[in-house]
């Protein structure tokens, strides 16, 4: 694991006692990225990739799973007793343009620990890494009706505006 990421390990306690870790993602955790989606809500799904897909193809896993350290970067929260191979929570990526300045963010918290802040824990987690590595601009493309997401954006500095491409998707923008 290369340093700059192994210096982004957090552990996160909850307040109901679940230990928590952020860690980079790892090709061995193809299968519990593949878990994480089946545990998720069809809505949670289709918010997320934009799209009513229950299952996360094998090639998609292992895409997910293997990032380009040059452009990307991935993490995820698992318990902390289990870090190595565990249950996935929680995962947020970034994936750079080639000059490394423009970043567009990913977040996915599986739905049944929806509402624990934990979204927010990821999204700060990236920001951080992002300011971290140079990166300028972070943005996002959100669903209209993914208003919990909207709101987080908002809480978080972004700015919004008109999906071009898409009416039923808003633009997010963070200038680091």
Excluded at 56 to 72: C, G, I, K, P, T
Excluded at 77 to 96: C, N, P, Q, S
């Amino acid at each position: 694991m290369p340093p700059r990421l192994k210096s982004h390990e957090r552990d996160l306690d909850l307040s109901d006692g679940l230990k928590l870790r952020l860690r980079p993602v790892r090709p061995e955790d193809k299968e519990s990225l593949i878990d994480l989606v089946e545990r998720m809500s069809p809505e949670d799904v289709r918010m997320r990739f934009h799209e009513s897909t229950g299952t996360l193809s094998d090639s998609m896993a292992e895409r997910l799973a293997n990032v380009d350290q040059h452009h990307e970067t991935a993490f995820v929260l698992v318990e902390r007793d289990h870090a190595d191979k565990a249950e996935i929570f929680g995962v947020v990526r970034v994936i750079t343009d080639p000059k490394g300045e423009k970043g567009e963010y990913s977040v996915m918290v599986r739905s049944d620990m929806q509402g624990l802040g934990l979204g927010k824990y990821l999204m700060e987690q990236i920001i951080d890494h992002g300011r971290g590595r140079g990166i300028k601009d972070i943005v996002g493309e959100v669903t209209r009706a993914n208003v919990s997401m909207l709101t987080l954006c908002d809480e978080l500095g972004f700015t919004r505006r008109k999906s071009p491409n898409d009416l039923a998707t808003v633009e997010v923008h963070l200038r680091l």
